[in-house]
């Protein structure tokens, strides 16, 4: 048989193999010879990702350190052949730690010597409760005068279980003018951190779980998605005209309200709200009464709860919004162990904007049960509701898959659900 595919000009083979991942582009070079190193031209996007080896990571150190070995021998060899003069992305998702800071310290100056624009580093850990000895972001690599990388071409930098410091993510800033995205994540290193610049490009700032942070200021004209995770700070917005996407999310003894002050210039204007709560009896979560989300499209919870609590007080929230098209619960719980009878919440006013509802990790007990009952029965023009069992945590993980299988006993709870849907809305369980 003819092989037509390997008559195409090169053009159109590159164009085929940049729809393949860099692991899957690389195994067209057994092919032939005309296949053998088109791979190395297949894309300016440089994607190592490997869930499957992530999934089955032992928690022994010496076996993991061998999968580690092996990974980072792959990327060296794939950087070592790889012609082009520039590339678009370089991103690493592995669970990678100080060990390798060689090799990685490597990567970083190929990605920049290359005029990367979008650069993700993702160390985070296959076991969510282990400590790791984070690999450190080369400061002097980037601020020294005279050895200082190129950083021009930079529009997104993310960031996860990387040490890096608050006066490092300024100088990006300051010296990167397409800068666009900064995504911090799991960070100890940032302490106090200062956004400010009228001529900042920055569109997005996200600075997640990093929990030695002291203060945030910010006065970025363009900024449109601010999100920040961790201990109560001293938060201070001065300027962000474009803002539309918030998310702010506390521990258990550090409650949200904080934020809503230094935000409260703009509640009228958010399209999309995303809280952390840790939901103990302690910490109220509503709004103050003379606060309107007026303009806010989707409302998104991401809650931690215990035994014989209610999520009715997040109500207020969903009433905070009138114009809300979407709303998004993320449940977060241990092995809820006491039942008690479902309540019904009876005096409400039925939502006419609410179209989509989303339960993520739902556990199919009172405290979720009476929401969900609530939801479908005020929001008369509902179109779409999803129930997913799965644990917020392995959603879009490689253990996603696992979980769904373990899942049937609530499935069969959620089932139960569907007499409360209001007519011609759709119901999917996952």
């Given at each position: 048989m003819e092989d037509w595919i390997s008559q195409l000009p090169d053009e159109v083979l590159i164009s085929i193999l940049s729809l393949f991942t860099v692991k899957e582009a690389c195994r067209t070079s057994i092919l032939s010879h005309r296949w053998k190193h088109l791979w190395l031209f297949h894309t300016r996007i440089l994607d190592f990702d490997d869930p499957d080896t992530m999934r089955d990571l032992s928690s022994k150190s010496e076996i993991a350190n061998w999968d580690r070995d092996k990974f980072v021998t792959r990327v060296n060899h794939i950087l070592n052949l790889h012609p082009a003069l520039t590339i678009d992305q370089f991103r690493v998702c592995f669970d990678l730690n100080k060990r390798s800071q060689r090799d990685i310290g490597r990567w970083v100056d190929f990605a920049f010597s290359k005029g990367v624009k979008r650069f993700e580093l993702d160390f985070s850990p296959a076991y969510c409760c282990k400590i790791t000895r984070r690999y450190t972001?080369?400061?002097?690599?980037?601020?020294?005068?005279?050895?200082?990388?190129?950083?021009?071409?930079?529009?997104?930098?993310?960031?996860?279980?990387?040490?890096?410091?608050g006066e490092l993510l300024e100088?990006?800033?300051?010296?990167?003018?397409?800068?666009?995205?900064?995504?911090?994540?799991?960070?100890?290193?940032?302490?106090?951190?200062?956004?400010?610049?009228?001529?900042?490009?920055?569109?997005?700032?996200?600075?997640?779980?990093?929990f030695q942070v002291k203060s945030i200021k910010i006065f970025a004209p363009n900024l449109e998605s601010f999100g920040y995770v961790g201990n109560i700070i001293e938060l201070q917005i001065d300027y962000t005209p474009c803002l539309l996407d918030v998310y702010i999310g506390g521990l258990s003894n550090h409650p949200v309200n904080y934020a809503f002050l230094a935000l409260s210039s703009y509640h009228h204007q958010l399209e999309s709200l995303t809280l952390g709560i840790c939901h103990y009896?302690?910490?109220?979560?509503?709004?103050?009464?003379?606060?309107?989300?007026?303009?806010?499209?989707?409302?998104?919870?991401?809650?931690?709860?215990?035994?014989?609590?209610?999520?009715f007080d997040l109500i207020s929230l969903i009433e905070a919004a009138p114009l809300l098209r979407k709303f998004t619960l993320e449940l977060f719980s241990s092995e809820l162990q006491k039942e008690r009878e479902v309540r019904k919440v009876i005096n409400y006013d039925p939502n006419e904007h609410l179209k989509e509802v989303e339960i993520v990790g739902f556990v199919g007990r009172a405290i979720d049960i009476e929401l969900v009952v609530y939801l479908l029965e005020s929001a008369i023009k509902l179109e779409k509701i999803v129930i997913n069992p799965c644990?917020?945590?392995?959603?879009?993980?490689?253990?996603?898959?696992?979980?769904?299988?373990?899942?049937?006993?609530?499935?069969?709870?959620?089932?139960?659900?569907?007499?409360?849907?209001?007519?011609?809305?759709?119901?999917?369980?996952?």
């Amino acid at each position: 048989m003819e092989d037509w595919i390997s008559q195409l000009p090169d053009e159109v083979l590159i164009s085929i193999l940049s729809l393949f991942t860099v692991k899957e582009a690389c195994r067209t070079s057994i092919l032939s010879h005309r296949w053998k190193h088109l791979w190395l031209f297949h894309t300016r996007i440089l994607d190592f990702d490997d869930p499957d080896t992530m999934r089955d990571l032992s928690s022994k150190s010496e076996i993991a350190n061998w999968d580690r070995d092996k990974f980072v021998t792959r990327v060296n060899h794939i950087l070592n052949l790889h012609p082009a003069l520039t590339i678009d992305q370089f991103r690493v998702c592995f669970d990678l730690n100080k060990r390798s800071q060689r090799d990685i310290g490597r990567w970083v100056d190929f990605a920049f010597s290359k005029g990367v624009k979008r650069f993700e580093l993702d160390f985070s850990p296959a076991y969510c409760c282990k400590i790791t000895r984070r690999y450190t972001f080369p400061h002097e690599r980037f601020t020294c005068v005279k050895n200082s990388i190129c950083i021009n071409s930079l529009t997104s930098l993310t960031l996860k279980y990387v040490h890096v410091t608050g006066e490092l993510l300024e100088h990006f800033l300051s010296n990167c003018p397409l800068l666009e995205r900064v995504h911090v994540d799991s960070s100890e290193s940032i302490v106090n951190l200062k956004i400010c610049g009228s001529s900042l490009k920055l569109k997005y700032l996200h600075i997640i779980d990093c929990f030695q942070v002291k203060s945030i200021k910010i006065f970025a004209p363009n900024l449109e998605s601010f999100g920040y995770v961790g201990n109560i700070i001293e938060l201070q917005i001065d300027y962000t005209p474009c803002l539309l996407d918030v998310y702010i999310g506390g521990l258990s003894n550090h409650p949200v309200n904080y934020a809503f002050l230094a935000l409260s210039s703009y509640h009228h204007q958010l399209e999309s709200l995303t809280l952390g709560i840790c939901h103990y009896d302690n910490i109220n979560i509503k709004l103050p009464q003379f606060q309107r989300l007026t303009n806010l499209r989707h409302l998104k919870l991401k809650v931690t709860v215990r035994d014989e609590e209610s999520l009715f007080d997040l109500i207020s929230l969903i009433e905070a919004a009138p114009l809300l098209r979407k709303f998004t619960l993320e449940l977060f719980s241990s092995e809820l162990q006491k039942e008690r009878e479902v309540r019904k919440v009876i005096n409400y006013d039925p939502n006419e904007h609410l179209k989509e509802v989303e339960i993520v990790g739902f556990v199919g007990r009172a405290i979720d049960i009476e929401l969900v009952v609530y939801l479908l029965e005020s929001a008369i023009k509902l179109e779409k509701i999803v129930i997913n069992p799965c644990s917020p945590y392995v959603v879009g993980t490689p253990w996603e898959t696992e979980e769904i299988e373990n899942n049937k006993v609530v499935k069969e709870c959620a089932k139960q659900l569907k007499k409360y849907l209001p007519l011609g809305a759709e119901f999917v369980i996952l």
